[in-house]
């Protein structure tokens, strides 16, 4: 059975997960849900310069931290895309504290592996979307990951909605970085770096 919170298989007969430790049975997030994505800058670079063996390993760190910091923070992992990572909250406040707790994270398992750092930009954007078992689609899932797209490596960038949703309650700082044009999304979007 896969656990949705950390995306873990874990034994057929299992009521909670042998990996975060949470119901295997949970509520669905439902509504107006705040989605993160992640995805790893010059990976592909990464990998091909230390190898099959070496570059899983440091790919397991990787979906350890995300998976840790989605959970501690509230927020369900919905899949893994190679280096990439989906997640869904129930509000932007959480995802916002989750996105910061990443970096830092990185950041830090950065400073102590300086042979293999590892860079990943984060895209949020809040919204109705469409949930299907335990994957969500529509356009606010889109633009979560067009967002991502514009980052750069250890940068947080979110869209004007969760912007207006938890500026205020978050205590994070944002900078204003213009309107940008999404692939795939019409007109201009206005989007916001989380200085962390």
């Not at 895209?123 to 797209?149: C, H, P, W």
């Amino acid at each position: 059975m896969r656990c949705p919170y950390c995306n873990a298989d874990n034994p057929a007969s299992s009521t909670f997960c042998i990996w975060c430790g949470r119901t295997l049975t949970p509520s669905p997030v439902e509504g107006t849900v705040t989605l993160l994505f992640t995805d790893i800058e010059g990976w592909t670079s990464l990998a091909q310069r230390l190898g099959d063996k070496s570059a899983h390993m440091v790919l397991r760190d990787h979906d350890r931290i995300l998976r840790e910091r989605v959970v501690r923070h509230g927020g369900r992992v919905v899949k893994h895309m190679g280096d990439a990572l989906m997640a869904v909250f129930p509000g932007a406040t959480r995802a916002l504290h989750c996105a910061v707790a990443i970096q830092k994270a990185f950041a830090d398992y950065s400073q102590k592996h300086p042979e293999t750092p590892i860079k990943v930009r984060i895209g949020l954007n809040s919204g109705e979307s469409i949930q299907d078992g335990s994957d969500y689609f529509g356009k606010a899932v889109t633009m979560a990951a067009r967002i991502a797209d514009k980052a750069r490596g250890g940068q947080i960038l979110v869209s004007n909605v969760v912007h207006d949703l938890a500026g205020s309650v978050a205590e994070v700082e944002f900078k204003h970085v213009g309107r940008k044009q999404l692939k795939g999304i019409p007109g201009r979007q206005r989007l916001y770096e989380v200085v962390w």
